[in-house]
């Protein structure tokens, strides 16, 4: 079966931009979380939908948003840019959440500049 | 807020050579993730783990409750394992999140 498709796969954009990401999760998964890592912080948990409601949000700025379509397909969105926000993206899918595991996604490279 | 440790950060071996990551966490649990990630990115997830021992071919994860702990034990390591290797703790049902460690940096060299 298809896995979790995040496009695209690399994005150069210019600071106080905004980007929005996509993710497509396996088939039949209902939830789809996104992650944010970098070199200092590590992977960091920035938000998490099922059935197009978000459930949970990390702690990041209201910058960051998301939303869950109601095929699961999932899109975040970064406004106003900043050099920090240089990252990798990734999204994971799930059949319910956290209780029965996680398939990541490639992850999409993020360069602000 | 849990708090995730591992250790070692970086670990390298000869071929061969049993390994073992050890992760930490600070409050109860529903399940614990051992990841793995290659250069490049991309995320594989390894094990599941809410109680006792997994086994997947050469690698196996064990998990105490009580102490809060896991292990990730490598048997017979090869240099295609070289990736960096991360724990993960989760509430479950969405409540929270994933809360990551640092990860381990692990080369094994031929």
């Known amino acids: 079966k298809a896995g979790v498709t995040q496009t695209p796969r690399y994005l150069i954009k210019t600071r106080g931009q905004q980007v929005t990401l996509s993710c497509s999760p396996i088939s039949g998964h209902r939830s789809v979380s996104w992650y944010q890592q970098t070199p200092g912080q590590g992977l960091q948990f920035l938000f998490e939908?099922?059935?197009?409601?978000?459930?949970n949000k990390g702690n990041f700025p209201g910058r960051f948003s998301g939303r869950q379509f109601s095929n699961s397909r999932s899109e975040m969105n970064v406004s106003t840019l900043e050099l920090g926000d240089s990252a990798l993206y990734l999204c994971a899918s799930s059949l319910l959440g956290d209780s029965v595991g996680y398939t990541f996604g490639s992850g999409t490279r993020l360069t602000v500049v | 807020k849990n708090e995730v440790e591992q250790s070692p950060q970086n670990l390298t071996a000869q071929e061969g050579e049993f390994i073992t990551i050890n992760c930490s966490y600070s409050v109860g649990i529903s399940a614990l993730h051992w990841l793995q990630q290659h250069p490049g990115g991309g995320i594989v997830s390894l094990f599941m783990?809410?109680?006792g021992k997994k086994k997947h071919g050469r690698l196996i994860a064990t998990i105490n409750i009580q102490e809060k702990h896991s292990s990730l034990h490598i048997t017979a390591s090869h240099p295609r394992d070289s990736a960096v290797y991360i724990c993960a703790v989760g509430l479950g049902g969405g409540a929270d999140g994933l809360t990551f460690g640092k990860g381990t940096h692990l080369i094994i060299q031929p």
């Open positions: 939908y099922f059935s197009e409601t978000q459930r």
């Open positions: 783990l809410s109680s």
